[in-house]
């Protein structure tokens, strides 16, 4: 089992030494042509630096812990329309840093995702937001294409939800638009509010589910189990490939320390109870989490591979 973080790699001074750096959208569009081209390319090749340290880091560690998602922001407003073709023209002189990256990866078992923002909603109903979802998955696909991925089923994950008026047919309707590259890598995820794990094993033929064990209890007050019939609807989902589950727990202080939390004697909105803890206080949610033990698990925790790490070490002592 792989235990990941998300797009943060912290110090255990809780300091970033690698951070993605994105320039705003208005201080870009207020330059002229060259230091607009000057100011994407340098910050896209502060990122894609930054993630070859980070990816080397990963190296050193145990096999368990070499699995991270990759931030958006790697390449800073490249679907900006104004930004597009200044990317389309220098793209080819980041190569070298885009191959040393999947090469690290590759080469030391580092597995790799992305995780497109909230506003890309495949499944809604107006044709514009569908076609901004599938130019910003695709934007995600050829980054880990041009790392060598995309070649296989799931060489690489790209995880999105399915929330969105137009349901299953309309995610199933988009995902016919997206290129062979990007129908390799897709992946959806259940979510907390609109869309449950059953409305997301409808698209289980499409391609793989991810299933987030915390969007479900948010969402059903219930804390699936391995044994559930839907955990081998989803494992077949992955066609061979080892799945991803997401776990997050509530915030500090919301939820107690031990047991299973029951929404009915919490007393507390959902909106409270969606919101991730800073780390894993719950040993008795880590333990139901860690017994998924066909998954690798991404952790979505604010303080990112610290958390990861502490679950780690959990795991190890529970051995």
Excluded at 291 to 317: G, T
Aim: net charge negative; charged share 25%.
């Amino acid at each position: 089992m792989k235990l990941g973080f998300a797009c943060k790699f912290l110090t255990p001074e809780s300091l970033q030494l690698f951070p993605f750096k994105s320039p705003t959208r208005k201080r870009f569009l207020g330059l002229d042509h060259e230091d607009r081209v000057k100011l994407v390319y340098e910050y896209a090749t502060i990122n894609l630096t930054h993630l070859l340290a980070i990816l080397q880091q990963l190296a050193q560690l145990p096999d368990e812990q070499r699995m991270m998602r990759i931030g958006s922001d790697l390449l800073p407003l490249y679907t900006v329309p104004e930004a597009l073709p200044l990317y389309q023209a220098f793209l080819p002189d980041l190569a070298p840093l885009f191959t040393q990256c999947g090469e690290t990866a590759r080469a030391n078992n580092i597995r790799l995702s992305f995780h497109p923002g909230q506003y890309s909603v495949l499944a809604s109903d107006n044709p514009d937001v569908v076609t901004r979802a599938l130019e910003d998955v695709e934007y995600h696909a050829l980054c880990a294409t041009m790392m060598g991925y995309g070649k296989t089923f799931q060489d690489f994950k790209i995880n999105v939800h399915m929330n969105g008026r137009g349901g299953f047919d309309g995610f199933k309707a988009a995902f016919a638009r997206l290129s062979p590259e990007a129908k390799n890598m897709l992946t959806v995820e259940n979510d907390e509010i609109s869309c449950s794990l059953d409305d997301v094993l409808q698209a289980r033929e499409l391609c793989p589910i991810v299933l987030d064990i915390h969007h479900h209890w948010v969402k059903e007050n219930e804390f699936i189990q391995p044994d559930d019939a839907r955990i081998a609807m989803i494992q077949a989902s992955w066609r061979g490939v080892r799945p991803v589950l997401h776990y997050s727990i509530s915030q500090e202080g919301l939820i107690p320390e031990q047991g299973f939390p029951d929404q009915l004697t919490l007393g507390l909105a959902k909106s409270k109870l969606r919101a991730h803890s800073d780390y894993y206080f719950n040993d008795t949610l880590n333990d139901w989490a860690l017994s998924f033990d066909a998954f690798d698990i991404m952790c979505e925790v604010k303080m990112k591979n610290l958390a990861r790490d502490r679950l780690y070490a959990y795991q190890q002592l529970k051995r």
